[in-house]
């Protein structure tokens, strides 16, 4: 890291006032606000469409806003001296000249923003890029691609850093690696500002996220507190007695709902739920505390701005009776956890009318 810069305690932000952006008449950004703080990662999240990428073009005045502005450390990005030391960004890892080998793609780069030629071998080191440096890009595979645009993007040594997607194509240690490095880069005191569609990637990475659909903003609050809010927390029982149990718990006013051959218990701690098996000398077989993850809290949130839905024989359309479009979440994502009445969660007894989840589904529309 070069010495000669501000210290990073001093805040860089990125300040987003009312932004908007109209195509004709689609209204892609909606008067979004909200600021972009250093120290953590912040994750920017929203369905396909939602407007995520044309937020961050705008960003780095790539777009012109139909109204609203962005400030960078409190200016316009076209107005910042050395630009690619104030703000590090990959939008699109395949906007780079194809015949050009990485290493003079970022040479190019360092060349014309002043920075020394040294720098190129640090960031081809840090995203692992050295061995293959000399071989023309558009050879490169995907997860390579990403890793030239991440090398790019960390070459001023920059105290913002703006990532579109970056882990599209990194295989799991390329997706490990830039996990680490973003936290790593936002540990150091800059500014780390991610946009993902993957949810549980999204947990394991971001401390602060800026939920999107449609262009609005839904959420502008800490990962924790962002799932406690939008997601469903219950406790789960099993007992070889289901009447008795259910029978216990609504004598102990608890509002209990079945779920297979187990129930499940709203506003309740689990502590106080084994009390009341005990005092009824009820057997279980399962007391398990049950959080929904991110995946479905973001899902929840997000329901009614999903623009584009994948339409498949377990999510009905509104004509054939079901659930219209944008008054549930579509079909679960891959690689989401499993929730009460989804394959794989022990003890299922197959497929629910309205398809794998549709227990879920129902319970958080209060059907
Ligand atoms: N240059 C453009 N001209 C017309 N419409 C556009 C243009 N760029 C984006 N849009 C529209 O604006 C909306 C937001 O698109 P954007 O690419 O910002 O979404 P996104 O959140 O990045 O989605 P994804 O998760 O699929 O990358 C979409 O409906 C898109 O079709
Ligand atoms: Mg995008």
């Not at 057997?283 to 929904?292: D, F, G, N, Y």
């Not at 009460?340 to 549709?358: C, E, I, L, R, V």
């Amino acid at each position: 890291m070069r010495g000669s810069w501000p210290p990073l305690s001093v805040l860089y932000m990125i300040e987003v006032e009312g932004l908007t952006k109209r195509y004709g008449d689609k209204l892609a950004v909606d008067g979004l606000t909200f600021t972009v703080r250093p120290g953590v990662v912040t994750g920017f999240l929203g369905p396909n469409g939602a407007g995520k990428s044309t937020t961050m073009r705008m960003m780095l005045d790539l777009d012109h806003p139909t109204s609203g502005r962005v400030r960078i450390d409190g200016h316009r990005y076209r107005q910042l001296s050395d630009p690619l030391t104030s703000l590090g960004a990959l939008l699109d890892a395949k906007a780079v000249h194809g015949g050009r080998s990485a290493y003079h793609h970022l040479l190019c780069l360092a060349q014309s923003n002043g920075i020394p030629r040294a720098r190129v071998h640090e960031v081809l080191d840090t995203v692992g890029l050295t061995p293959v440096a000399k071989k023309r890009s558009k050879g490169f595979s995907l997860g390579m691609g990403q890793r030239l645009g991440i090398a790019a993007a960390l070459l001023g040594d920059p105290r913002i850093l703006m990532f579109d997607e970056p882990v599209n194509g990194l295989d799991p240690e390329g997706i490990h690696w830039i996990r680490n490095l973003m936290k790593g880069l936002a540990a150091q005191g800059r500014t780390v500002f991610v946009s993902s569609h993957l949810m549980s990637e999204m947990a394991l990475t971001a401390e602060h996220l800026i939920v999107i659909g449609q262009g609005r903003l839904l959420a502008d609050t800490s990962m924790s507190r962002f799932i406690q809010e939008n997601s469903r927390s219950y406790v789960r029982m099993r007992s070889p007695e289901r009447e008795r149990l259910l029978d216990a718990l609504r004598e102990g006013g608890y509002a209990a709902v079945p779920a297979g051959d187990a129930v499940e218990i709203d506003g309740a701690s689990a502590a106080d739920l084994g009390e009341l098996a005990a005092r009824h000398r009820l057997v279980l077989h399962e007391l398990s505390p049950q959080q929904a993850s991110l995946e479905e809290a973001f899902m929840q949130l997000t329901a009614g701005s999903v623009e584009y839905h994948a339409h498949t024989a377990e999510a009905p359309r509104a004509a054939d009776g079901g659930v219209p479009p944008g008054a549930a979440p579509p079909a679960e994502a891959p690689g989401t956890p499993s929730t009460p009445g989804t394959p794989g969660a022990p003890g299922t007894p197959g497929p629910q009318p309205g398809g794998w989840g549709a227990g879920w589904r129902n319970k958080k529309r209060g059907a």
